[in-house]
């Protein structure tokens, strides 16, 4: 098998975060990582430890009051406004929680909406759009509107969006915590087919051990640190191994 190339796409470094300017009490602090082209990361942690301000920062939604991100070597919060948004719309897709689907648009109208708010012509975009509603499994689904759907059928949507302009990274906030737990699996395998398939790189967080182990390394979020001497990797990663480090950490 050919080596896979492992440049880093997204770099974070000891970034920090508090929720108010001059404030002595950081959500975040001193949290690095790397996401290396086509790798699937997840990151692990309960609920309130810091996982959709750490999303956040790393998509350039919030400014760190420390540390930095690069995305494909550029300097995210060294750009201007206008800059960032041209950079953030070029390498990352977002996938969430909620779905975060419009309720008066159909599901084909959700999907290219990301490229319409970029300023692009769909009809250019026809047959990378066609790839991924037969990826995601959504020829039947693309006239209806998203209140008829299950939680399962509005993620594929959601994911569909995220991906439909090919970034080079995804990034997902607990894409399976509205989701029943088969859809949920079935959720995972997606991602991980999305991965294969393009190359995509994924960094996921969660708290659901199962989610995380899905990923071909899982950090642990605690107390707004990521310690790189607590992630797993490497064969034997599952969600056994997942919640024994957690009861190791007591997290
Ligand atoms: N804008 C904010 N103002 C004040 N506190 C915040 C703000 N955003 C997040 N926090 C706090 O930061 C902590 C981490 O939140 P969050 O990143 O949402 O965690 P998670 O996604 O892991 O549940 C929580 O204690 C939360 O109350
Ligand atoms: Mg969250």
Avoid at 84 to 102: K, P
Wanted: aromatic content about 6%; some cysteine.
């Amino acid at each position: 098998m050919m080596q896979r190339m492992k440049s880093p796409i997204l770099v974070a470094t000891s970034l920090a975060w508090s929720p108010r300017e001059g404030a002595d009490s950081f959500v975040l602090q001193e949290v690095s990582l790397t996401l290396e082209e086509g790798a699937f990361v997840t990151v692990m942690g309960p609920s309130g430890s810091g996982k959709t301000t750490l999303l956040h920062l790393l998509g350039g939604l919030e400014t760190p009051d420390r540390g930095t991100v690069l995305l494909g070597g550029t300097d995210l919060f060294a750009q201007s406004q206008r800059k960032r948004t041209i950079l953030r719309r070029r390498y990352l897709g977002y996938v969430f929680q909620f779905f975060q689907l419009l309720p008066d648009l159909s599901v084909r109208e959700n999907i290219i909406l990301p490229l319409l708010i970029a300023g692009k012509d769909p009809a250019m975009h026809q047959r990378e759009l066609e790839e991924v509603v037969e990826v995601l499994d959504l020829q039947k689904l693309l006239d209806r509107q998203p209140h008829g759907l299950s939680g399962g059928e509005m993620q594929r949507v959601g994911i569909a969006r995220a991906i439909a302009q090919r970034p080079p990274v995804l990034l997902c906030d607990e894409p399976t915590g509205n989701l029943s737990s088969k859809a949920g699996e079935e959720t995972m395998r997606l991602f991980s087919k999305v991965r294969e398939r393009y190359g995509i790189s994924i960094l996921l967080v969660t708290h659901n051990p199962r989610d995380a182990a899905y990923g071909d390394r899982v950090l642990f979020l605690r107390d707004g640190r990521l310690d790189p001497s607590h992630s797993l990797t490497g064969p034997g990663l599952d969600a056994a191994a997942v919640f024994s480090r957690l009861e190791e950490l007591s997290i």
